[in-house]
């Protein structure tokens, strides 16, 4: 029994000594592919020394959601190995793969790597960014690029610890679970060369932070909610509190941030909408009114040194007690107003830039029609006053995924729907 114990013993400190000298370096990628847009249909061809094993990531969305997609092959004079997507899903996936290639029996030295689909083969992908690296990252090494792909193109990695390329997590995956929704945020990486600073958000566009200066380098501002609905709650006497709640976390110097809100997501009047500091327990400590900067309504958050939790407030008046809804990156056609008489369609969803707006309105109204692109920028405005029933045609210039809205002169949303120029 004795031996058996020293044995034990003998194994969990052997195990501590190989967890203390796993490499935790980061490393950059063999090859990179870093569009400036998303790239629809992709077929992207490099030859590669063939590896005993490689990891590859993949920023894709899928048009297709209930089809297999080519992901990338990976070939050599003697086999081919084609990796499809394995998860049916809508929106925009960070896809990690650790594959071990088939022994090459020819010993040939080279292979070829193809990222998308054949050329010939119609594959409705979104690609934003892709990685090659010929080895086998260990979990750290993994974690490091993972966390740089999420914060660049705001996708909320999968109850993992963010880490910078310190080593540094950046976002603990169980101190802030409650917050694990929605993740964006700014920060300086050196190393992979990333200086945001401006948030982004493939997943949700409600808010976003931004600072005026570039953040020192390795420095960072995480922002996650709660997940709770956009709805409004009595708060006290005459104010309503919104039931979502924010927490920003920092790491390192932070600069001055601003909070901006995106018009239509909580109330038809932004300008009334007030930013509310909170406790850890969800107690009031003070409130900020909007201010504007460059035709945005933006709020000056208080000196980021600690985790800073908010919501938003407004008199009960201007908070309606219907659910508010968000402006979703990647809904489909879905109107924010109850009013079934309004019929408004757009076509076509996939364009090589052209597409008509058709709109015929229970009654006369003025329009504004907004195209966003995917990280939330507006990139077209158009006014049309006092129309019923028109007609819009448009144009966009430059591949990528975009956001058209249709709202009144209230701000109030009548539509929303993602189109795709290719």
């Given at each position: 029994?004795?031996?058996?114990?020293?044995?034990?013993?003998?194994?969990?400190?052997?195990?501590?000594?190989?967890?203390?000298?796993?490499?935790?370096?980061?490393?950059?990628?063999?090859?990179?592919?870093?569009?400036?847009?998303?790239?629809?249909?992709?077929?992207?061809?490099?030859?590669?020394?063939?590896?005993?094993?490689?990891?590859?990531?993949?920023?894709?969305?899928?048009?297709?959601?209930?089809?297999?997609?080519?992901?990338?092959?990976?070939?050599?004079?003697?086999?081919?190995?084609?990796?499809?997507?394995?998860?049916?899903?809508?929106?925009?996936?960070?896809?990690?793969?650790?594959?071990?290639?088939?022994?090459?029996?020819?010993?040939?030295?080279?292979?070829?790597?193809?990222?998308?689909?054949?050329?010939?083969?119609?594959?409705?992908?979104?690609?934003?960014?892709?990685?090659?690296?010929?080895?086998?990252?260990?979990?750290?090494?993994?974690?490091?690029?993972?966390?740089?792909?999420?914060?660049?193109?705001?996708?909320?990695?999968?109850?993992?610890?963010?880490?910078?390329?310190?080593?540094?997590?950046?976002?603990?995956?169980?101190?802030?679970?409650?917050?694990?929704?929605?993740?964006?945020?700014?920060?300086?990486?050196?190393?992979?060369?990333?200086?945001?600073?401006?948030?982004?958000?493939?997943?949700?566009?409600?808010?976003?932070?931004?600072?005026?200066?570039?953040?020192?380098?390795?420095?960072?501002?995480?922002?996650?909610?709660d997940n709770a609905p956009?709805?409004?709650?009595?708060?006290?006497?005459?104010?309503?509190?919104?039931?979502?709640?924010?927490?920003?976390?920092?790491?390192?110097?932070?600069?001055?941030?601003?909070?901006?809100?995106?018009?239509?997501?909580?109330?038809?009047?932004?300008?009334?909408?007030?930013?509310?500091?909170?406790?850890?327990?969800?107690?009031?400590?003070?409130?900020?009114?909007?201010?504007?900067?460059?035709?945005?309504?933006?709020?000056?958050?208080?000196?980021?040194?600690?985790?800073?939790?908010?919501?938003?407030?407004?008199?009960?008046?201007?908070?309606?007690?219907?659910?508010?809804?968000?402006?979703?990156?990647?809904?489909?056609?879905?109107?924010?107003?109850?009013?079934?008489e309004d019929r408004i369609?757009?076509?076509?969803?996939?364009?090589?830039?052209?597409?008509?707006?058709?709109?015929?309105?229970?009654?006369?109204?003025?329009?504004?029609?907004?195209?966003?692109?995917?990280?939330?920028?507006?990139?077209?405005?158009?006014?049309?006053?006092?129309t019923a029933n028109c007609?819009?045609?448009?144009?966009?210039?430059?591949?990528?995924?975009?956001?058209?809205?249709?709202?009144?002169?209230?701000?109030?949303?009548?539509?929303?729907?993602?189109?795709?120029?290719?």
């Amino acid at each position: 029994m004795r031996k058996k114990f020293l044995f034990i013993l003998l194994g969990a400190a052997v195990s501590a000594v190989a967890m203390h000298h796993v490499n935790k370096s980061p490393l950059c990628p063999a090859i990179w592919y870093k569009p400036d847009t998303a790239m629809l249909n992709p077929y992207l061809s490099d030859s590669v020394s063939v590896p005993e094993a490689y990891t590859m990531m993949m920023v894709y969305h899928s048009l297709m959601p209930d089809s297999m997609l080519q992901l990338w092959s990976f070939t050599t004079d003697s086999d081919s190995c084609i990796i499809s997507n394995r998860r049916q899903s809508s929106i925009p996936l960070i896809y990690t793969m650790y594959h071990t290639p088939p022994v090459d029996t020819t010993r040939t030295r080279s292979a070829h790597l193809h990222i998308g689909s054949e050329p010939d083969t119609v594959n409705r992908m979104l690609m934003y960014e892709a990685a090659y690296f010929p080895i086998t990252l260990n979990r750290p090494q993994a974690l490091m690029f993972q966390t740089y792909l999420a914060l660049r193109h705001g996708i909320t990695l999968s109850r993992s610890n963010y880490l910078s390329t310190q080593g540094t997590v950046i976002w603990d995956a169980r101190s802030y679970r409650d917050f694990y929704h929605h993740i964006q945020g700014v920060g300086s990486d050196p190393f992979y060369h990333y200086y945001a600073t401006q948030s982004v958000s493939l997943e949700e566009s409600s808010l976003f932070i931004f600072s005026e200066d570039t953040l020192p380098s390795f420095s960072y501002a995480l922002l996650g909610d709660d997940n709770a609905p956009l709805d409004w709650r009595p708060y006290d006497r005459n104010m309503a509190m919104l039931q979502r709640r924010w927490m920003l976390h920092p790491t390192g110097d932070v600069p001055t941030l601003f909070l901006s809100v995106s018009p239509n997501t909580f109330l038809d009047n932004v300008d009334t909408l007030l930013l509310a500091i909170l406790t850890e327990e969800d107690e009031l400590i003070t409130v900020i009114p909007p201010g504007n900067m460059d035709s945005l309504v933006t709020y000056a958050l208080p000196s980021v040194t600690t985790d800073i939790y908010f919501s938003f407030m407004s008199r009960f008046e201007h908070a309606t007690p219907k659910r508010s809804h968000n402006p979703d990156h990647f809904s489909n056609g879905n109107t924010a107003d109850s009013e079934s008489e309004d019929r408004i369609s757009l076509t076509p969803a996939i364009t090589h830039g052209s597409f008509v707006l058709d709109m015929n309105l229970a009654f006369e109204r003025t329009l504004v029609i907004s195209i966003h692109d995917a990280t939330g920028k507006l990139v077209q405005r158009h006014r049309i006053d006092a129309t019923a029933n028109c007609q819009f045609s448009g144009f966009i210039n430059g591949q990528g995924s975009y956001v058209v809205t249709v709202s009144d002169d209230r701000n109030t949303v009548l539509f929303n729907q993602q189109i795709v120029v290719y």
